[in-house]
């Protein structure tokens, strides 16, 4: 049986419209269809551009050659990122019909690339930790993880074939592995972030969700990057298990473990890379350096609407507060020390293997997961990129994450594609 429209991947749909098998309106009325049916579960949007969207595809059907790369593909947008007419709320009471009158320099890159935005999903509270409404879409009761909580569900439950997410800490990673699709967080400094609201701007980036590692490289072709070339000889892994290994489920040690066997019967060279024990202070470096850049961030809203705030972005102040010039000072040297040391494993590895997330998505909506798996590669500014492989005890989706050296993010992408065809 054929697939419905909104359960291709991007790259499949691009084809198909290619080919005139076909329309992007079809494709649009597909997702629409899908959300009606499920949106009431799932919750994965805070607004909605029907008619734009029926709009905008119709205009594309009718030109005789393809806008761009990602012609045609329904787009959703998180919802702290600034869209010309629909609300941007960043999850908050603050700013809950505010609408900015401009897109965001991302927003406008990718429908210039001939992608067609849907609306906005979910966000947590200024994409901090303070959950928002959206369920898993895999098992209503439990966290589609957060930031990026309506995007990452979104694609998961075929309502968008691509979705924009942010990450300061695991915001887009950890979604991914919860929602059980690939995620990708650049490079640090890889696209402009210019009308996102930011949160640490030396630590916030962009990423995505989409179905298959290949359509990030449709997404990157977006922002003019070419694709690296296939992989022609089988890759250098580094299995990094991290000093917080013990903290991950013992199922998830065991998915990662499977993980590097499965790759390296597939005949990748896999071998442990051990992080130096100074990394164990990376942690404590990335939450400095975001709750007092967060404080800086929303120093305004902080005078002027402090009482709108939860008590979970209450809580950042006061600990951003705290952090002395000195100990952020200390946090950026501490830094600076860990990616010295990691142009080491970049000697001998083509990525590394590590988790996604601590296992399964919790239960409960009120907690959104521990980003203990990504904090430190945020900080890094690695790009990630997360690829559902097995489930948990609970049937819940589980992960792998694939990091890479900076600012090659497109050799990533197709080590990606490798890896996810051996692990299918």
Known sequence: MAKSPNRLSASEAV????????????????????IEAREGQVHAWEALDPEGARKRADILDKRSRPAGPLHGIPLAVKDIIATKTMPTTC????????????????????VKAGAIVLGKAVTTE??????????NPHNLRHTPAGSSSGSAAAVAD?????????????????????????????????????????????????????????????????????AADPVR????????????????????????????????????????????????????????IMTKEATQAYAKERRRFSHLFSPVMQGVMVEGDAVSRRQYAAARKHKRTALAQLDEAWDRFDFL???????????????????IFNRFWTLLGMPCIALPFNAGPLGLPLSVQLIGPRNKDDQLIAFARWVERRLA
């Open 233 to 288: 000889e089988p890759p250098r892994i580094g299995l990094m298990r991290t000093p917080w290994w013990d903290l991950a489920e013992p199922y998830n040690r065991k998915n990662i473990e499977e993980a590097a066997r499965t790759l390296r019967a597939a005949g990748a060279r896999v071998r442990e890379w051990k992080a130096p024990d100074s990394w164990a202070g990376l942690m404590q470096a990335q939450h400095r």
């Open 91 to 110: 999850g908050s009471a603050i700013y809950r019909d505010h609408v900015v009158g401009k897109d965001a320099a991302c927003v406008t890159q990718l």
């Open 353 to 371: 293997l590590a988790p996604s997330a601590r296992g399964e998505a919790p239960s409960g909506l009120g907690y959104t997961g521990d980003p």
């Open 158 to 226: 075929f309502m968008a074939p691509v979705g924009y997410g942010t990450q300061t800490a695991g915001s887009v990673i950890r979604p991914g592995a919860f929602n059980g699709v690939v995620a990708y967080k650049g490079s640090f400094g890889w696209a402009d972030m210019t009308g996102i609201k930011p949160y640490s701007p030396s630590l916030d980036t962009l990423g995505f969700f989409t179905r298959e590692a290949n359509d990030l490289a449709l997404i990157r072709a977006a922002y003019g990057h070419a």
């Open 15 to 34: 084809l198909r419209m290619a080919e005139k098998r076909l329309k992007a309106r079809d494709l649009v009325e597909a997702c629409l269809d899908r």
């Open 126 to 135: 200024f994409a901090g930790a303070h959950a928002g409404k959206t369920h």
